[in-house]
């Protein structure tokens, strides 16, 4: 059996003291699949995210990725799109993508050009004169167009628009080596319930429930959006 | 990796301070003219005085009218230095700050490349840039006294009232290839202090950055002057300034007090080996924990 792309044991971060954003948490992802992470606001999955790319430090627990522990080489093989835009403005697309060539050898320059086509964006557009939904759409072209084993979205749906979600769900689904693990974060579960190969729901910095989807919806009768209101509903009033 | 790094890093500053510098430099140009010309009207107003006849009008006004261009140029030229030099300190201080500390940070630390690779990446380019600035800055100054000592030499008579040699000797190679030697280690020297205060300034914004997730710029000022006035002052400042000031005492001193030169010489050249060792050294370690705080601490929420 492949090994895990990642496993986290008994991950704890806390920003003030005595108040835990992620309180021993464990979570294993299998290659390729995809993974919903989903949960309220304030639940812990972005700060999970950050964890696994590198950006926070874990108080505890650890992390490893493709079996070795998480070092700043374990960048080369996650592709992080985070929720906010992350390139400075006066970049332009056609020098994003020089930047990425230049720093991650499994980038596909032609594959992001194609997309960035779909999608209509000019390469030659400055990142100041884009609008905030296609300033996001680039981002994740870029993230989308790297060869990498483990692919981390953190509301990659959040801000665009019907249509682009569309093609941004049909981008993941299509552009991800089928060896590669993507994990999802997203308030939108309707909308990404489609793509998903495993769910887990998390609450109060800990799995609440996870498993296949597919296996979930059969035996509850529910989708995953209906068993989301019900199982955090429940766990509000408990 | 390094190399990549340092190529974006040193490309991202390139096309401002190229046209800064440019800027800079034909301000000095036309500063230094207008300097020339006020010394020339002084120098030629003193010779005419000198010579015991009283200036007419016309040449009165005529003085009057260069000295406002002169005072004018001057200000400008003392004030674009300042600018031009700490501009280029603060341009070095945010690209540091932006890369590692706001959303970009995302993807700088998201890079498949070490903490400290980027750290020293950062700080190669802004002491690159530092110390062009400073060339760039030193040449103005020299133009600025290389017009005055042209406008004294078209003045007849104007040696006999100002002291054109002393400023002329600027211009003329150090006492001998031992001179020369100790120019290079006190220009050395001043690149190790310039180095030092450099990684004060990141070691400062790291902490403050990584240690208060709110009002960051403000913790940065508050962190700066508490380290400038704990570590800054008593360290860098006091050890290396003092040690310079030192070796001009015993520069004066040693050549009277040795009855061989070149024993001066080469105590001279111990001190100021010393201070650059000691700068480099404190540069180092303050370098050392910034990238160790970025390994360990780096929580960017």
Same mark, same amino acid.
């Given at each position: 059996?492949?090994?895990?792309?990642?496993?986290?044991?008994?991950?704890?971060?806390?920003?003030?003291?005595?108040?835990?954003?992620?309180?021993?948490?464990?979570?294993?992802?299998?290659?390729?699949?995809?993974?919903?992470?989903?949960?309220?606001?304030?639940?812990?999955?972005?700060?999970?995210?950050?964890?696994?790319?590198?950006?926070?430090?874990?108080?505890?627990?650890?992390?490893?990725?493709?079996?070795?522990?998480?070092?700043?080489?374990?960048?080369?093989?996650?592709?992080?799109?985070?929720?906010?835009?992350?390139?400075?403005?006066?970049?332009?697309?056609?020098?994003?993508?020089?930047?990425?060539?230049?720093?991650?050898?499994?980038?596909?320059?032609?594959?992001?050009?194609?997309?960035?086509?779909?999608?209509?964006?000019?390469?030659?557009?400055?990142?100041?004169?884009?609008?905030?939904?296609?300033?996001?759409?680039?981002?994740?072209?870029?993230?989308?167009?790297?060869?990498?084993?483990?692919?981390?979205?953190?509301?990659?749906?959040?801000?665009?628009?019907?249509?682009?979600?569309?093609?941004?769900?049909?981008?993941?689904?299509?552009?991800?080596?089928?060896?590669?693990?993507?994990?999802?974060?997203?308030?939108?579960?309707?909308?990404?319930?489609?793509?998903?190969?495993?769910?887990?729901?998390?609450?109060?910095?800990?799995?609440?429930?996870?498993?296949?989807?597919?296996?979930?919806?059969?035996?509850?009768?529910?989708?995953?959006?209906?068993?989301?209101?019900?199982?955090?509903?429940?766990?509000?009033?408990? | 990796?390094?190399?990549?790094?340092?190529?974006?890093?040193?490309?991202?500053?390139?096309?401002?301070?190229?046209?800064?510098?440019?800027?800079?430099?034909?301000?000095?140009?036309?500063?230094?003219?207008?300097?020339?010309?006020?010394?020339?009207?002084?120098?030629?107003?003193?010779?005419?005085?000198?010579?015991?006849?009283?200036?007419?009008?016309?040449?009165?006004?005529?003085?009057?009218?260069?000295?406002?261009?002169?005072?004018?140029?001057?200000?400008?030229?003392?004030?674009?230095?300042?600018?031009?030099?700490?501009?280029?300190?603060?341009?070095?201080?945010?690209?540091?700050?932006?890369?590692?500390?706001?959303?970009?940070?995302?993807?700088?630390?998201?890079?498949?490349?070490?903490?400290?690779?980027?750290?020293?990446?950062?700080?190669?380019?802004?002491?690159?840039?530092?110390?062009?600035?400073?060339?760039?800055?030193?040449?103005?100054?020299?133009?600025?006294?290389?017009?005055?000592?042209?406008?004294?030499?078209?003045?007849?008579?104007?040696?006999?009232?100002?002291?054109?040699?002393?400023? &002329?000797?600027?211009?003329? @190679? #150090?006492?001998?290839?031992?001179?020369?030697? !100790? =120019? /290079? $280690?006190?220009?050395?020297?001043? %690149?190790?202090?310039?180095?030092?205060?450099?990684?004060?300034?990141?070691?400062?914004?790291?902490?403050?950055?990584?240690?208060?997730?709110?009002?960051?710029?403000?913790?940065?000022?508050?962190?700066?002057?508490?380290?400038?006035?704990?570590?800054?002052?008593?360290?860098?400042?006091?050890?290396?300034?003092?040690?310079?000031?030192?070796?001009?005492?015993?520069?004066?001193?040693?050549? &009277?007090?040795?009855?061989? @030169? #070149?024993?001066?010489?080469?105590?001279?050249? !111990? =001190? /100021? $080996?010393?201070?650059?060792?000691? %700068?480099?050294?404190?540069?180092?370690?303050?370098?050392?924990?910034?990238?160790?705080?970025?390994?360990?601490?780096?929580?960017?929420?």
């Amino acid at each position: 059996m492949n090994q895990p792309i990642l496993v986290c044991e008994k991950l704890c971060k806390s920003y003030k003291r005595n108040v835990p954003v992620l309180d021993e948490l464990d979570f294993v992802v299998e290659p390729g699949r995809i993974v919903g992470l989903l949960g309220p606001n304030g639940c812990g999955k972005s700060t999970l995210l950050k964890l696994i790319s590198g950006l926070l430090t874990p108080n505890s627990g650890t992390i490893t990725i493709c079996g070795e522990p998480r070092s700043e080489q374990s960048n080369a093989v996650i592709s992080f799109l985070p929720e906010r835009p992350y390139f400075s403005s006066a970049m332009t697309v056609n020098a994003m993508m020089d930047y990425f060539e230049d720093f991650y050898t499994d980038f596909d320059r032609s594959l992001c050009e194609v997309m960035l086509k779909d999608l209509a964006i000019d390469p030659k557009a400055r990142m100041r004169t884009l609008s905030k939904g296609t300033k996001e759409k680039v981002q994740l072209v870029l993230v989308m167009a790297r060869r990498a084993k483990l692919y981390l979205l953190d509301e990659p749906i959040g801000g665009v628009d019907p249509a682009a979600r569309e093609y941004i769900l049909k981008t993941i689904i299509g552009n991800y080596n089928p060896e590669a693990s993507v994990i999802i974060t997203t308030h939108l579960i309707a909308d990404v319930e489609g793509v998903l190969d495993d769910f887990a729901f998390v609450d109060a910095g800990k799995i609440a429930m996870c498993g296949n989807a597919d296996e979930v919806r059969e035996q509850n009768g529910k989708s995953l959006d209906e068993l989301f209101r019900e199982v955090f509903r429940c766990s509000r009033n408990a | 990796m390094f190399k990549k790094c340092l190529k974006y890093d040193l490309k991202a500053f390139a096309k401002i301070w190229l046209i800064a510098a440019a800027v800079m430099l034909v301000l000095s140009v036309v500063c230094s003219i207008g300097l020339g010309s006020f010394i020339n009207a002084t120098a030629s107003m003193a010779v005419i005085e000198g010579q015991g006849s009283e200036p007419d009008s016309l040449q009165i006004m005529s003085l009057v009218a260069r000295m406002c261009i002169g005072m004018l140029c001057y200000i400008v030229l003392i004030y674009s230095l300042v600018i031009f030099l700490g501009g280029t300190s603060i341009m070095v201080l945010i690209r540091y700050y932006t890369k590692f500390f706001t959303d970009q940070g995302y993807l700088t630390f998201t890079l498949p490349v070490r903490r400290s690779t980027q750290f020293w990446s950062k700080a190669i380019a802004g002491f690159v840039y530092t110390a062009a600035s400073g060339v760039v800055a030193l040449i103005s100054i020299l133009m600025a006294i290389g017009s005055v000592i042209i406008a004294l030499v078209m003045t007849p008579n104007a040696a006999e009232s100002f002291p054109i040699e002393e400023l &002329t000797s600027i211009f003329t @190679p #150090v006492n001998g290839v031992c001179g020369v030697i !100790a =120019l /290079l $280690l006190a220009i050395l020297l001043i %690149a190790a202090i310039v180095f030092a205060s450099m990684m004060m300034n990141y070691l400062v914004i790291t902490l403050a950055a990584t240690m208060f997730r709110k009002l960051k710029i403000l913790s940065v000022i508050v962190s700066y002057y508490v380290v400038n006035n704990i570590i800054a002052v008593p360290i860098i400042y006091v050890g290396t300034y003092g040690l310079m000031f030192a070796l001009m005492f015993l520069a004066m001193g040693l050549e &009277t007090m040795f009855a061989v @030169p #070149v024993l001066a010489w080469l105590c001279i050249y !111990a =001190l /100021l $080996l010393l201070g650059i060792v000691a %700068a480099v050294t404190v540069g180092i370690i303050l370098a050392n924990f910034t990238v160790l705080r970025l390994e360990r601490k780096l929580n960017l929420a």
